[in-house]
């Protein structure tokens, strides 16, 4: 059995309406100055202003920072850091979806310890302690609200960089589920693809351990069960718990276990072409669940079981990446290069980045050149 050395940072809060909670929160971590860090979309749904209210009913001071977009770059950090520098907080909120949690931690890299972004690519790279953080999640997908790793990609490249420290984690996780009931549909269904990813792959790495497994099974219960309802029926308050939940208990998986091949090599799609997340690493998953399927059926049909309990380990691969597939169909997402106008001729080229993505080493089945190209090519 994996060893283990686990401890979570995070508190977890979770409640329809405990948005109202924040200020609060906020008090019992001593803080008198909160810049929240929200993106748009979320400032013109409103719920920035629920944020801020709570908290200036508790007394505190605040500012905000907008001025990020989706995949925050380091020029987007370096952006909020001057604001930071000017206001001066003692807490950071970050309100939104992924894009915000990871901005907010970038922020708190560079503010705390100084330097630019790429000073923390990796792991461990905080040179001091960082502020304290409290993550309000508004989709149910990254998972960031309780990790301790910010994606932030390179302003002038364009590659995602994993940059994580435990220090970096959220002192509190503060999840609603009536935020994420304003969602528009195809964000609900990027971040719903992108939350079952996390709890598939997490639970066949190389890192998986008894705890990782736990979180990843009981993730990919609630997503596989939430999610077509949410689809179905945006308004659902049960199935949109089950989905920001699920994405949350996926998040600590990826914590423990990290992740494999359908994030290596989705983010060179969205690198070079711009392909969102979700649709990127949903369309890498089903052909990685077959080929980590050849070696591993019986890990697959475990987590087949939380669905489909009496389903056989040999066809267990096959029937979860038909699962995987048919949630791609519903959420109206794309299956190939051909309907995202990815020419094949890059796939050589392709390969070659998706090799040098750290998630890819932990991919059960070490990648090499021609595994990763023959992903590629089932979908192409």
């Known amino acids: 059995m994996m060893p283990l050395d686990l401890q979570l940072p995070t508190r977890i809060v979770f409640e329809p309406g405990s948005i109202s909670r924040l200020g609060e929160l906020a008090i019992l971590l001593s803080a008198s100055r909160v810049l929240i860090v929200s993106d748009h979309g979320v400032v013109a749904a409103g719920h920035f202003d629920a944020g801020a209210a709570s908290l200036r ?52 890299f560079v ?26 999640p508004t989709t149910a997908g990254t998972g960031s609200e309780s990790q301790s790793f910010a994606l932030i990609s390179d302003s002038r490249t364009h590659v995602k960089m994993a940059c994580g420290d435990k220090r970096a984690a959220c002192r509190i996780a503060l999840l609603d589920p009536l935020l994420t009931l304003t969602q528009p549909p195809r964000v609900t269904a990027l971040t719903g693809i992108d939350a079952i990813s996390h709890a598939i792959e997490t639970y066949v790495t190389k890192k998986r351990t008894a705890i990782s497994t736990a979180f990843s099974r009981q993730a990919f219960s609630l997503l596989a069960s939430g999610f077509p309802v949410v689809l179905r029926d945006p308004s659902d308050v049960e199935a949109r718990s089950r989905m920001q939940l699920g994405a949350c208990l996926a998040g600590l998986a990826i914590e423990t276990s990290m992740l494999g091949a359908a994030h290596a090599t989705a983010n060179p799609l969205t690198a070079r072409h711009d392909i969102t997340h979700g649709q990127a690493v949903g369309l890498m998953l089903p052909g990685v669940i077959r080929m980590n399927g050849e070696q591993h059926a019986s890990w697959y049909a475990e987590l087949l079981r939380e669905v489909e309990p009496d389903f056989d380990v040999d066809s267990a691969p096959e029937r979860l990446a038909q699962i995987v597939d048919g949630f791609l169909d519903d959420a109206g997402l794309a299956r190939s290069f051909q309907q995202l106008n990815i020419p094949v001729e890059q796939i050589p080229e392709l390969a070659s980045e998706a090799l040098h993505q750290w998630t890819g080493t932990f991919n059960p089945i070490p990648l090499d050149h021609d595994r990763v190209q023959s992903l590629y090519r089932e979908v192409s």
């Not at 907008?66 to 909120?93: C, I, Q, S, W, Y």
Request: glycine share 16%; aromatic share 6%; charged share 15%.
């Open 57 to 108: 009913n508790a007394g505190l001071a605040i500012h905000s920072f907008h001025d990020f977009a989706e995949n925050p770059n380091t020029d987007m950090v370096d952006a909020g850091v001057a604001v930071a520098a000017r206001f001066k907080p003692d807490l950071l909120v970050g309100l939104g979806g992924g894009s915000s949690l990871d901005c907010c931690k970038g922020i708190n």
């Open 111 to 136: 503010y705390s310890c100084g330097g630019s972004m790429h000073d923390y690519h990796g792991i461990g790279k905080a040179t001091g302690e960082l502020l304290p953080m409290i993550a309000v």
